[in-house]
């Protein structure tokens, strides 16, 4: 008898110390969810003021929800020319455009040197490693000069060519996904009389679909965010956060320019979060299953 109380008394005590340490988490994940939430909601509730209720009371909420603020956003939120769904579209075609090219590259310089040995190949590996270890900023001024001389400042479709390089982390990262994929599917493949690109085509990037998307929605999201880029080297073809940029040190001398700088935030995160919100199970997707069978 003693013994089924201690052992049920055991049980009751590591219940209960998962329910408490489940507790802790819990709150911890409140906390930080608060803490990434709460400038969200304060931006968002802020374009819906006036400027002189932002100035007044900036943490209330709003008198009245007045989503006229958003409508004025497409009419009035401006850099030079370039209205809020021209900034849009430079930065759609920017980011998804300019990052599927990058993909494309990485692919193209990660396969060969992860399946094939061949003279250049630690050469071409080493510049990999020297891209992503080597701080290269100050080859910004030389990069600059070099894209002016060849026409490609201002020029969306020879600038986005600038993006198929492959030789950077993506690539790296591509190496090691491609490097993990079992040899034993090429070589099938190579049996039933596959070619090199029949075998990349339809083996191995098939496998390696999670790891491309995954890498290709992280750039994405992070090229978006990116005004520098349209500020240095296309500067006629701003995008969305060039113009908020730009728009922030302008607003207070804008009617509303508070209301709908906060509601082109709003409008720019739009992208990103909805990106996020339709592929997260293919980012976190893995290979569970493999394909050969004996």
């Known amino acids: 008898m003693d013994k089924i109380f201690r052992k049920h008394n055991g049980k009751v005590s590591k219940d209960k110390s998962q329910t408490i340490t489940f507790a802790i988490y819990f709150v911890l994940f409140l906390i930080t969810s608060f803490l990434f939430l709460y400038p969200f909601f304060w931006i968002f509730q802020n374009s819906f003021k006036s400027v002189e209720e932002f100035f007044e009371l900036p943490n209330a909420l709003p008198k009245k929800w007045d989503f006229a603020y958003y409508a004025e956003i497409f009419k009035s939120f401006k850099v030079g020319s370039a209205t809020f769904l021209k900034m849009t579209w430079n930065s759609i075609w920017l980011a998804f455009g300019g990052q599927a090219l990058n993909i494309l590259a990485s692919i193209c310089v990660a396969y060969p040197l992860a399946r094939y040995k061949f003279p250049l190949h630690k ?19 030389a990069a600059y000069k070099f894209l002016r001389l060849l026409g490609m400042v201002n020029n969306p479709k020879l600038y986005i060519l600038t993006y198929f390089t492959g030789f950077d982390i993506n690539a790296l990262i591509m190496y090691g996904y491609f490097k993990a994929i079992d040899k034993g599917y090429s070589e099938a493949a190579y049996i039933d009389g596959a070619n090199c690109f029949q075998i990349l085509f339809r ?19 992070g090229q978006w965010n990116v005004y520098s880029t349209p500020q ?58 493999g394909g050969l069978k004996g």
Not at 123 to 141: D, H, K, N
Not at 204 to 221: D, E, G, K, S
Not at 262 to 272: D, E, K, N, Q, T
């Open 203 to 221: 083996v191995i990037i098939p496998q390696a679909i999670p790891c491309i998307l995954a890498l290709y929605i992280n750039c994405v999201m």
């Open 123 to 141: 050469f071409l590996f080493g510049i990999i490693i020297f891209r992503i270890t080597i701080p290269i900023i100050g080859a910004s001024a």
């Open 232 to 289: 240095i080297y296309l500067p006629s073809y701003p995008n969305l956060a060039l113009g908020i940029y730009v728009f922030e040190s302008d607003m207070m001398f804008i009617e509303n320019g508070s209301a709908k700088f906060f509601g082109a935030i709003i409008l720019s995160s739009l992208v990103p979060l909805i990106l996020f919100a339709i592929s997260q199970k293919t980012m976190l997707a893995n290979m569970s299953v």
